[in-house]
Every structure is written in C-alpha cells, then in structure tokens.
C-alpha cells in the first residue's frame, strides 16, 4: 500500500507542476495589449477555476471510489454519448468544428468527458460481458464515440478515443490474431479514410510536418512560427516581461496546441526539458501506481488512462518539434481550456480513486 500511495503521490506532484508550466505559457500567450500587464489574464482565471472545479469533483470521487463509478459507467457513458449528439445539433462553431456547447458563462466541450467515460464504459463492459458479446458490444460503444466526434469533426480526440479502445484490446487480452488482423484492415481502408473521412485542410495539416517550407503563409506557418519560437527562447527563455514574440501574436495558438513552443520561448531550453521530465516522471509515476493497484477492473482503466495521457503528450510536443503531424491536441494540464484541464484533474482522481472493498462479516 505504501508503494501504491507513493506513486499517487509522484502523480499529483507531476501534474501540479504541469499545471503550473501551463499557467505560465498560458499567461504570457494571452497578454491583453502588447506588452506585459498582469501574470492573471482572463484566461489563467479560468484556467485556474477550472482546475479547482476539477480538484473538488476529484476529491468527491475519491470519496465515493472506484467501484461506484464502476456501477454507474453505463449511465455516465450515456450521458456522454447524448452531450457528443447535442453537440452536433446546438453546438458552438469555431475554426470550422463543432465541438462547444455554451452553459453562459463556460464552453464546454463534451468530447473531453468522452476521454474519461468510454475507457469506464469498456471496463463496465468487460465486466458484465464475456466472448464474442464482450467484442461486439465494446467495439459499437467505441465506434459510437469515436464516430461522433469524428463528424464535428474533430480528428485529434478521435485519435485518443482510439488509442483507449486498442489499449483495452491489449489489457483485456483479445486474440492476438484477431487485432492484428483488425490493424491489417484498417491499413487496407486507409486510402478510403484518406480520401473520405478527412477534409482538405486535415489532410494538408496532416503533410504540413513533412516540409512546412513548401507552404510557408498558409500550412505550413504554424510549424515554422513554433520552430522560432524554440529557438528564440534560447537557454533560460524570454521571460514574461520580454515574450513580444507572443505579444504581437506571431505564434498561432500559442495558448493551446502550440503551448509547448510559447514554455520554451518563455523558459528556453531548460523550461522545456523540465516540462518533458515532468511528463516522464507523470507517466512512470502511473504505470507504477497501474502495477501496485489489486482490482484488475481498475488496473485495465489506467492502463487506457495512461494510453490516452501519453498519445496526447507525444503527438503535442512531437508536433510543436514538427517530429509529428499537426492534430490539434492538446497537452494534458498544459494546454488552455477549461473542459481540458478539469477533465484531466477528474481523470486523474478516478484513475487514483481505488479504495479497498470493506470485509464482509458473518452473522450468526
């Protein structure tokens, strides 16, 4: 239990520190004018509210334990499916997805609640199914989630939903034949999803990484802007009195998917190699706390939690290097937006939430 709680404890820190990277990045990309006003802008507020908010649901959840959340998955699964709908029929646009729906004073967006209740749902069903019912009802669950989102469309958090769906294959031990074969068939529609399944500006994103020179005003910009801002930030960075760079609006983004480049612009080098070591230390931290923890229902959840942590922390940090293609994901307790970091903060709380079943005692 010891090992197990030490664990936890190298998880909270990690992404407490995480946090606080992102407050810093956050700050110096939505400075109000062109100059350094105030470290609390609109948005480190609401970023900040936000990680509260999910630190008080965190700490309900601690309460109630895993296996109430497990009891419940099915409807909170439902519940998400609904929102991933009412998505589609009253949400809010923006850069051409529809992905928000307005509560008046917060955008929220469901699709990061579907990071949280799909691997919950798989763990339900892995529980209450067996053989090929257990395959067929868990792959139309993913499907349903994944292809909701796709249609907002949004490709990067389809790609985390995914990600969790093959990772409870993996822990829930599926024929390896048969994923592989699954994995074969997917390689053989590619041209289709290609050709169908994306639209022009996803596919150019998608190529942009491979030499961003070709289209240096449109595709891409963003990756050579994020490549400057690296290297601007040098050693030890710009600081916040001195990030002009991000001040003038020269970074697109800077605040969320390219957050990465505006810490190493800020903190330089050193800031950006802490921000990975942090991650190393937060991903090690829950495969141990995953390896320690006795319920195996709750091991296969945060086995697909730590999939989906790690998939967002490689793709974002490996596109603002320009060593992966541009998704639009976000990095985890960095990045700015509030239905992000609360989900996060909640998922990390579920993912720590085991708590020992009370003994069962005779009566005579």
Not at 144 to 159: E, K, N, Y
Not at 213 to 226: C, F, H, R, S, V
Not at 258 to 267: E, G, N, P, S
Request: aromatic fraction near 18%; include cysteine; charge should be neutral.
């Amino acid at each position: 239990m010891k090992v197990r709680l030490f664990f936890a404890f190298v998880c909270v820190i990690s992404a407490l520190f995480l946090v606080a990277f992102g407050l810093v990045g956050i700050s110096a990309a939505t400075q109000p004018g062109y100059e350094f006003s105030s470290f609390f802008t609109d948005s480190v507020r609401t970023q900040v509210f936000a990680f509260a908010a999910g630190l008080i649901i965190g700490l309900v959840v601690l309460y109630i334990g895993f296996s109430y959340l497990l009891r419940i998955a099915p409807y909170l699964g439902g519940i998400s499916l609904a929102l991933l709908v009412l998505t589609l029929i009253i949400g809010h646009e923006t850069y051409g997805a529809q992905r928000w729906i307005s509560l008046g004073f917060f955008q929220f967006q469901p699709s990061e609640l579907a990071k949280l209740t799909l691997p919950l749902f798989l763990v339900w069903i892995s529980a209450h199914f067996s053989g090929w019912r257990k395959w067929v009802v868990s792959t139309l669950v993913a499907l349903c989630f994944i292809g909701l989102v796709i249609i907002q469309p949004d490709l990067g958090t389809s790609i985390v939903l995914l990600t969790e769906f093959l990772g409870f294959l993996v822990v829930d031990g599926i024929n390896w034949g048969v994923l592989f074969s699954g994995v074969y068939a997917l390689i053989l529609m590619f041209p289709v999803l290609w050709e169908k399944g994306l639209r022009d500006y996803q596919r150019r994103r998608l190529l942009s990484f491979l030499n961003p020179y070709d289209d240096t005003t449109k595709d891409g910009y963003n990756l050579i802007q994020a490549w400057t801002a690296i290297g601007a930030g040098g050693l030890r960075g710009k600081g916040l009195q001195d990030a002009f760079f991000l001040y003038y609006g020269y970074l697109p983004v800077d605040y969320a998917d390219f957050i990465f480049a505006t810490i190493a612009y800020v903190l330089g080098f050193w800031g950006a190699l802490a921000v990975i070591i942090l991650v190393c230390t937060f991903l090690l931290g829950g495969l141990g706390y995953a390896f320690f923890v006795p319920n195996q229902i709750q091991q296969k959840f945060c086995f697909m939690a730590l999939c989906a942590w790690a998939v967002q922390f490689v793709i974002n940090i490996g596109m603002n290097l320009g060593l992966m293609p541009i998704t639009g994901i976000p990095l985890p307790f960095i990045s700015y937006g509030g239905s992000a970091i609360l989900m996060n903060t909640v998922m990390l709380f579920v993912f720590l939430s085991y708590r020992p079943e009370p003994e069962a005692h005779e009566t005579h």
